[in-house]
């Protein structure tokens, strides 16, 4: 089964430090979605990608958070500096024209 | 009002019976939905979508979509206690290409 891989799987960090979370989409699926899950918000949708292109990051706080995508296998969402309530799970999804997104293992932050 | 909304729950029901989950949206435009299964400290699972009114099965699970009523429900047929997860309503947003907006998502909990 095709599966969208995320690294690393966890990260403890302290505040401030620069953290990097990646996400190998499924191949073939043109359009990677970033996502944070809270107890509090539930799945927020952050930044997405069409085609490598940012389509929609205004879920992103741009102060500290960015997202690219250098090629068509890997995207990146980088957290600088990082603080406590960056704290959650992060979740890189993709999808097709056709195809529902399907969502990769996530990464769980916790900025200390 | 809320774009997707659901009741948070939990529901609670026996083993064997069937579990119904509902979700209501608010853009009358939206023309895809989705249920996603989420299992405490996982991902979420796409596990049905619709596009069309009326019903769509698939082994224990149905969706049953209503658009001038603007609801989409999930029921489970003989439920299992495998069964007992969180379950996202994801509705694609009008013109945004594949975004969706999900719910906060419905607590089931099948008693044994």
């Known amino acids: 089964d095709a599966r969208v891989t995320q690294t690393p799987r966890h990260k403890v960090t302290e505040m401030g430090q620069e953290v990097t979370m990646r996400c190998q989409p499924i191949?073939?699926?043109?359009?990677v979605f970033w996502y944070r899950q809270t107890m509090m918000q539930g799945l927020e949708l952050l930044a997405y990608?069409?085609?490598?292109?940012?389509?929609?990051d205004s879920g992103m706080p741009k102060d500290r958070f960015s997202a690219e995508m250098p090629d068509a296998t890997l995207a990146t969402l980088k957290i600088q500096p990082s603080e406590p309530r960056d704290s959650a799970v992060y979740f890189c999804?993709?999808?097709?024209?056709?195809?529902?997104?399907?969502f990769g293992d996530g990464t769980r932050l916790s900025i200390l | 009002q809320k774009e997707v909304e659901q009741n948070s729950g939990p529901l609670s029901v026996p083993e064997g019976a069937i579990a119904s989950l509902n979700c209501t949206y608010s853009?009358?435009?939206?023309?895809?939905f989705f249920w996603y299964r989420q299992y405490s400290g996982k991902s979420p699972e796409l596990i049905m979508f619709?596009?069309?009114?009326g019903d769509k099965e698939d082994g224990r699970f149905t969706a049953q979509l209503n658009k001038a009523s603007q609801y989409v429900s999930l029921l489970i047929r003989d439920s299992q206690p495998s069964d007992s997860a969180t379950y996202l309503c994801?509705?694609?947003?009008?013109?945004?290409?594949?975004?969706?907006?999900f719910g906060t998502g419905t607590k089931l909990q099948v008693i044994p």
């Open positions: 999804a993709s999808g097709n024209a056709d195809q529902p997104q399907h």
């Open positions: 191949l073939g699926h043109n359009t």
């Open positions: 990608f069409r085609n490598r292109a940012p389509l929609d």
């Open positions: 853009d009358r435009g939206s023309q895809s």
């Open positions: 619709i596009y069309s009114n």
């Open positions: 994801a509705v694609r947003v009008p013109g945004g290409y594949q975004k969706v907006t």
